[in-house]
């Protein structure tokens, strides 16, 4: 029989050093559970990794995800597994993704932001600060 605390730990190991090949800072955290950080995989993006792998994790949702793939591979998009549980609040989903997806995902929100071309009342009120700008150095420049 396998220990079941080696291989959970075991499993830690292995998401932290993908993350760490994605160039994340991610640790196993040794004292998940006891100390404050409660997450299974220390890391520097601010999310509580609970790392799960064996027999408890249901086979359904893999079936899910499985069928979420065929049918991605047909409409050329990501495949995710929507998931919400009864008794759960009626706004409260899961979300099960390739890991390269969200890893896609993550290094989007760390972009700069940039000004979408329909946010037209954000490009007026830059505009305007442009224009007082512009006058204000013309006036501490004489």
Not at 44 to 60: L, M
Not at 126 to 135: H, M, P, R, S
């Amino acid at each position: 029989m396998v220990n079941s605390k080696k291989k959970g730990n075991h499993w830690e190991n292995v998401w932290a050093k993908w993350l760490r090949e994605k160039g994340i800072s991610a640790n196993r955290n040794s004292s998940s559970g006891a100390g404050v950080v409660k997450s299974d995989v220390t890391n520097d993006i601010d999310i509580n990794f609970e790392v799960k792998a064996g027999k408890q994790v249901p086979k359904k949702v893999y079936d899910f995800y499985e069928q979420s793939e065929r049918d991605a591979i047909m409409t050329h998009n990501a495949p995710y597994v929507v998931m919400h549980r009864d008794g759960r609040p009626e706004d409260e989903f899961m979300i099960m993704m390739n890991c390269y997806d969200w890893l896609d995902l993550w290094r989007k929100a760390q972009e700069p932001k940039t000004i979408n071309s329909d946010d037209r009342e954000l490009k007026w009120q830059l505009k305007i600060i442009k224009d007082a700008a512009v006058k204000l150095i013309k006036i501490l420049s004489k």
